[in-house]
């Protein structure tokens, strides 16, 4: 009978062990589905980008709202939700709060701003100047193009390449014209350029935006001979330094441009080159073309001191010429004069 008791007793311990162990495994297992369910759920259904500097975050989306945080330009972010244009986020240390969706670059969309800053980087750089109005950044040239981000004023921007592009809705207007005048429809074009601008936080982006929104950082001493020669200035290069008599030296320029309105199929008809008088103290025309059909970049090499090349392609006899040019001291001369259209060109020599 004892024995029987004490077996008794040791299968009783035994259930309860068991009904233990199974209470446990019960609770591991809700308690990982729930921890599971959770973190599911908190998972970002997307990858984002800021679009813009001091993009405010918001605890809710309801009329009254506080902010949470700020993100500069091109933070990364977790979308978490999505509620009509109203994405919510979480940033890099865990805040979460909303966003409108305008305020956001996809993922797809900031690789290829990234790409186009690897390929600006490469680009030879045209000219400088620096934005006079708030400007659109996109990453194709033409105002239906996506959007980067907004540039302020006095951004300091490199020029880079030129496009001609159709002025949207500019077309219809002109067809209906020329077919009241009878004259034949000219689309109306406009400048966009590649440029790399230099944000005040030192950022650098790439993009495209009209030209007419920067104003140019001319040389000082080429500002009057570009308004004397009624040129509009597209680009200008240091050719070469001379000493300027007085024991410095002073740079000697070439300046590309052009007459008449933008969207030209050109980037540009006219070019000079200034070269400095040491007699005069003063800066001359040493040589004039007026009648190119240049594109960009021109190309400088260095060949000593005193002497520099510089090339481009023209395109005024309706097909592809490698324009070439030396300036020797104050002396400047086309490499390729065969046949009578550069023959006829007119040359000032200082």
């Known amino acids: ?89 979480r940033t890099a240390n865990g805040t979460a709060g909303w966003i409108n969706a305008s305020n956001l670059l996809t993922s797809e969309f900031w690789d290829k701003t990234k790409q186009l800053d690897g390929q600006t980087a490469k680009m030879p750089v045209e000219a400088a100047g620096h934005t006079v109005v708030l400007t659109n950044l996109h990453l194709a040239p033409g105002r239906g193009a996506p959007r980067i981000r907004q540039l302020g004023k006095m951004v300091p921007v490199k020029m880079l390449e030129r496009q001609a592009m159709e002025v949207p809705g500019a077309s219809l207007q002109q067809v209906d014209q020329s077919e009241s005048s009878g004259r034949g429809a000219e689309v109306k074009k406009e400048d966009w350029w590649l440029v790399r601008a230099r944000l005040a936080d030192k950022t650098i982006v790439s993009g495209w935006l009209l030209g007419r929104f920067v104003q140019l950082d001319l040389p000082e001493a080429l500002y009057d001979y570009a308004s004397s020669a009624d040129m509009h200035p597209v680009a200008w290069f240091q050719l070469d330094q001379v000493p300027d008599g007085n024991g410095h030296a002073k740079p000697q320029y070439l300046l590309v441009g052009t007459r008449g309105p933008e969207g030209q199929p050109c980037d540009f008809t006219m070019l000079r080159v200034y070269t400095w008088s040491k007699t005069k103290q003063q800066y001359e025309t040493a040589y004039v073309e007026s009648d190119v059909c240049g594109e960009l970049p021109v190309r400088i090499t260095p060949l000593s001191a005193d002497a520099a090349a510089f090339s481009f392609e023209d395109r005024s006899n309706g097909t592809p010429t490698e324009a070439e040019y030396r300036l020797d001291e104050t002396i400047v001369r086309r490499q390729r004069t065969t046949d009578a259209h550069n023959e006829s060109r007119k040359r000032v020599h200082g």
């Open 1 to 89: 009978m004892v024995v029987i008791g004490v077996s008794r007793k040791l299968r009783g311990r035994q259930v309860v062990a068991m009904r233990k162990i199974l209470l446990g495994l019960l609770v591991v297992a809700v308690v990982g589905t729930g921890l599971y369910l959770h973190r599911r759920k908190k998972e970002p259904i997307e990858i984002g980008y800021a679009a813009s500097r001091g993009v405010t975050v918001w605890d809710t989306i309801a009329a009254v709202q506080e902010p949470v945080t700020k993100l500069d330009y091109g933070a990364r972010v977790e979308v978490l939700q999505r509620f009509g244009d109203n994405l919510k986020i």
